[in-house]
């Protein structure tokens, strides 16, 4: 087959040794695209690894001055030519060239990139500790070669080779070994391309960015767990992630998830009075923005029956009737979703509108949404809390303020809960009851509003409770917090002045 892609290793872009090949298709339309993906055996990992190891211990040596340059550099690079690669993400993924390619999403990914290296310049993350008396002094250090398993439904901000996670790894002087998402290739390799003459210019050890594009499950086992990895950070689905974590932890490597979240919203009922139409509005907003693709989007809402549920409901479902569905990323995702709805239909779930795919060409499927009692989802809660990857969302109406205590007992850890309240403060007894309870089960609390945006801010957490990601302490978002992630902590006992890390040096 020809044209076929090419991985990048030790700065040379190289013939992949290919266990199979596959093409990506245009979601928008399904044609396949005219670009053949590497399916790459273990020699490529080995190479890769050994490269990566090489050079790992040369970034230990460069200036945390001239890792900024390079992100600096990457991201001014992104900037200038930005037009093919929102083209490929768009062809690649169907997600709109503007705004959200092109005005949201690859501006966040430069800012990314810009905050990382302000972060290695300030070199806060390093947490320097100090004890004159004994001579003690420790620091958080790089460590070492970094595998990221990227997702296919943020083609920038979350891309292994240029995403929020392959930022914090190079800001704490790490390789990276990228296994970009197979769904966008073309992205990635466009992305790649832009990184290796700043590495270049700046005489950076060529292996600091390696890229794959997909690997056999057991291939990919065997690469989180290699001894030559220092960490691994993956966003994706929760069998996918089980399945890595489980053999890196055998491994002793450490290794960072992303899975499954369904990002509770709570409606309380005196609010709810008020704001009725506002709020189904804000909901159907956030659950059909880009087909509900988001880590972050509303798959589960509660409230309790009363008089302003049902007209709540009533609105939800003609709001999701006028919003026209947008191109899922994949023919899988849209399947998947289709999964997922029939699982939660029969749990006993009923669907109020959409529930199917939509005529034509290119993968789009109804905005849909489901409820149930608060009775129904108490009997089966592990059922009724599988997540649907995509435009949907199950409402669950309760009987009282009991049963919703209850019904949120139940619910398992998240990136994200928001409770919706009235603004007089006729809801503030209930509040001061369940937002302790939700607190305990997500990442960020969220009041009056949609949890959707993920703001690039070193207050963020985009992280939470199993099995939302493998581990409460850690973020994927956020700079210098994220970098520590990709840190060891190094102690130096007695160690003399000159033979110190610069940052614990006395001058």
């Not at 709109?96 to 905050?115: C, F, G, M």
């Not at 992205?187 to 790649?192: D, N, R, V």
């Not at 302003?308 to 009737?321: D, H, I, N, T």
Request: charged share 20%.
């Amino acid at each position: 087959m020809t044209n076929e892609l090419r991985v990048l290793i030790d700065g040379q872009w190289r013939e992949a040794d290919a266990a199979s090949v596959f093409q990506a298709e245009d979601p928008s339309t399904g044609n396949r695209i005219d670009r053949v993906v590497p399916v790459s055996r273990w020699s490529d990992c080995d190479a890769a690894l050994s490269a990566a190891t090489k050079a790992a211990h040369e970034l230990e040596q460069v200036p945390s001055e001239k890792i900024a340059d390079f992100l600096d550099g990457y991201a001014a690079s992104i900037d200038l030519n930005w037009k093919a690669p929102v083209y490929l993400a768009h062809e690649e993924t169907g997600l709109p060239s503007k705004p959200r390619l092109a005005e949201v999403e690859l501006p966040r990914t430069s800012d990314q990139l810009r905050q990382a290296a302000a972060a290695a310049r300030e070199r806060s993350w390093r947490r320097v500790t100090v004890d004159r008396q004994r001579n003690l002094r420790s620091c958080l250090g790089p460590i070492g070669p970094v595998v990221i398993f990227g997702p296919n439904n943020f083609p920038f901000a979350y891309n292994a080779v240029c995403g929020g996670d392959f930022a914090a790894a190079i800001a704490a002087a790490n390789p990276v070994i990228a296994k970009a998402h197979p769904l966008h290739p073309g992205t990635s390799l466009m992305l790649a391309t832009m990184a290796l003459p700043v590495i270049k210019k700046l005489n950076l050890p060529p292996a600091m960015v390696q890229m794959i594009y997909h690997l056999e499950p057991e291939t990919g086992l065997r690469l989180v767990s290699d001894p030559r990895v220092g960490a691994v950070a993956f966003t994706g689905s929760k069998a996918a992630g089980l399945a890595l974590k489980e053999a890196a932890d055998k491994a002793g490597r450490p290794i960072y998830l992303e899975m499954s979240s369904l990002n509770p919203v709570v409606f309380l009922p005196e609010g709810m009075k008020e704001n009725t139409q506002k709020w189904a509005t804000e909901l159907a907003d956030s659950c059909t923005a880009g087909s509900g693709q988001f880590c972050t989007r509303p798959n589960l809402v509660f409230m309790i029956a009363g008089p302003a549920s049902e007209p709540f409901l009533g609105q939800l479902a003609a709001a999701f009737k006028t919003r026209e569905p947008h191109t899922m990323l994949a023919r899988l995702v849209r399947d998947h979703l289709n999964h997922s709805i029939a699982a939660l239909h029969k749990a006993g779930a009923e669907i109020v509108t959409g529930g199917k795919n939509i005529d034509g060409p290119g993968y789009r499927h109804e905005n849909t949404l489901l409820r149930v009692t608060g009775k129904t989802f108490l009997s089966a809660p592990g059922e009724f809390q599988r997540e649907a990857f995509g435009n949907e969302v199950l409402a669950v109406t309760v009987a009282n303020d009991q049963e919703l205590l209850e019904v949120l007992n139940h619910l398992e850890g998240n990136l994200t809960a928001s409770i919706y309240s009235s603004t007089t403060g006729a809801d503030e007894e209930l509040y001061n009851r369940l937002a302790p309870l939700l607190r305990r089960k997500s990442g960020r609390l969220l009041n009056d509003k949609m949890p959707t945006g993920v703001a690039v801010s070193p207050a963020m957490n985009h992280g939470g409770p199993y099995p939302s990601t493998g581990h409460p302490g850690w973020t994927a978002v956020g700079i210098p917090a994220a970098i520590t992630r990709f840190t060891a902590l190094q102690c130096y006992d007695n160690v003399r002045e000159e033979r110190l890390p610069p940052c614990l040096r006395e001058a």
